[in-house]
T-cell receptor, first 111, second 113 residues
């Protein structure tokens, strides 16, 4: 199958660092997206990884290991507004090139 | 520029009625997706249009659901004989091409009484 696995919920403290993991089936892998979704709103794009390594964008970074079928989203200097669901989605070749979505990780940032 | 727009933003209907949900993608985007999301749940893929190719309907939950995309732009998702379990947020997304970043509309919140 093409299951995408993420933790269901995470809690962190304002100002801290949190890492949200995502694992996936490696066969046919063709790229990985991270999206942020605030409650009651639509998902918004955060990052895209297709090569191994770390992509940094301000307080957010995303890492990919293709051989391990593993990615993480790293959020630094957490703010209350970072409380949201974080969705991992993978593109598989031959799957009509549509995304396979994880169920999302609900992050609660506490003061 | 303008993002993806959807209408209506909210729809309340009675069980058994038909509903039509509209999506206006970003101009020039060839790929268009419909998803469904129930409260607190993940995204459920429904249907995908890419250019002039036949749509990928593999996610449609029953034959009561159908969608079309006219002229490679606007799309309409139709749910016939609505059931209470159809209540959800219906999200539309478009992307410049397949496998590229998807941009989501604000969604239509459907409530079937």
């Amino acid at each position: 199958g093409q299951n995408i696995d993420q933790p269901t919920e995470m809690t962190a403290t304002e100002g801290a660092i949190v890492q949200i993991n995502c694992t996936y089936q490696t066969s046919g892998f063709n790229g990985l997206f991270w999206y942020q979704q605030h409650a009651g709103e639509a998902p918004t794009f955060l990052s895209y990884n297709v090569l191994d390594g770390l992509e940094e964008k301000g307080r957010f970074s995303s890492f990919l290991s293709r051989s391990k079928g593993y990615s993480y989203l790293l959020l630094k200097e957490l703010q209350m507004k970072d409380s949201a669901s974080y969705l991992c989605a993978v593109v598989y070749a031959g799957n009509n090139r549509k995304l396979i979505w994880g169920l999302g990780t609900s992050l609660a940032v506490n003061p | 520029g303008a993002g993806v727009s959807q209408s209506p933003s909210n729809k309340v209907t009675e069980k058994g009625k038909d509903v039509e949900l509209r999506c206006d993608p970003i101009s020039g985007h060839t790929a268009l997706y419909w998803y469904r999301q129930s409260l607190g749940q993940g995204l459920e893929f429904l249907i995908y249009f890419q250019g002039n190719s036949a749509p990928d309907k593999s996610g449609l939950p029953s034959d009561r659901f159908s969608a079309e995309r006219t002229g490679g732009s606007v799309s309409t998702l139709t749910i016939q004989r609505t059931q209470q379990e159809d209540s959800a947020v219906y999200l539309c997304a478009s992307s410049p091409g397949p496998t590229e970043t998807q941009y989501f509309g604000p969604g239509t919140r459907l409530l079937v009484l």
